[in-house]
């Protein structure tokens, strides 16, 4: 019996450690870039800083730390960011409520990655609160990012006209609601 207690004993402590171990390899907390917050450092296009902002946005009752784009034709912000192993780009886009009630033709939202030798767009949605009801919201977005692990990328913003030939920019209130790099 007592080494029966002892064999028991001697699996869970394996056991343990072993999880341990796989929970916490990456050896150290995780790490996480806040976009909004280094604003300042981003390459704006055009070179206009009073087009970026950094405003506490709130869509349909959440509120986001965000970074809010004056109607313009199209925009781009690009920030140099080192990828963590297991990186994920979270980020919420939106157009603020007084953009619900305007006649336009909505923002295409997209964004890249360039590694200084590709761009590889990550992803792009189309949001026009006032011909659709159901982009009066965050709409969340995560992409995968461990094709950069552990590389230094320059991570490319851009916003642009619903119908970039129209060039209509009537009620394009723009919103990257809490942009960050993650790790899970």
């Not at 343990?16 to 604003?39: C, E, S």
């Not at 981003?42 to 109607?71: C, R, W, Y």
């Not at 780009?89 to 030798?117: H, M, N």
Request: no cysteine.
């Amino acid at each position: 019996m007592k080494g029966n207690r002892a064999v028991i004993t001697a699996v869970v402590i394996v056991v343990v450690l072993v999880a341990g171990w796989w929970l916490f390899r990456r050896g150290g907390p995780a790490v996480t870039i806040k976009l909004a917050d280094r604003l300042a450092e981003a390459k704006k296009q055009p070179d206009d800083p009073a087009l970026f902002t950094v405003v506490d946005a709130t869509l349909n009752g959440e509120t986001k730390k965000s970074i809010a784009i004056a109607p313009t034709v199209g925009t781009r912000l690009t920030w140099r960011a080192a990828v963590p192993d297991d990186g994920w780009l979270s980020v919420y886009v939106g157009l603020k409520p007084e953009a619900w009630t305007q006649e336009g033709d909505g923002v295409l939202f997209y964004v890249g990655v360039s590694d200084g030798r590709a761009y590889e767009q990550l992803f792009s949605q189309h949001v026009h609160p006032f011909a659709n009801s159901g982009d009066r919201k965050w709409i969340q977005v995560m992409v995968d990012m461990s094709t950069y692990a552990n590389e230094e990328v320059d991570v490319i913003f851009n916003t642009r006209s619903g119908q970039p030939e129209k060039g209509d920019i009537r009620g394009d209130f723009a919103l990257w609601g809490q942009p960050e790099i993650v790790q899970r």
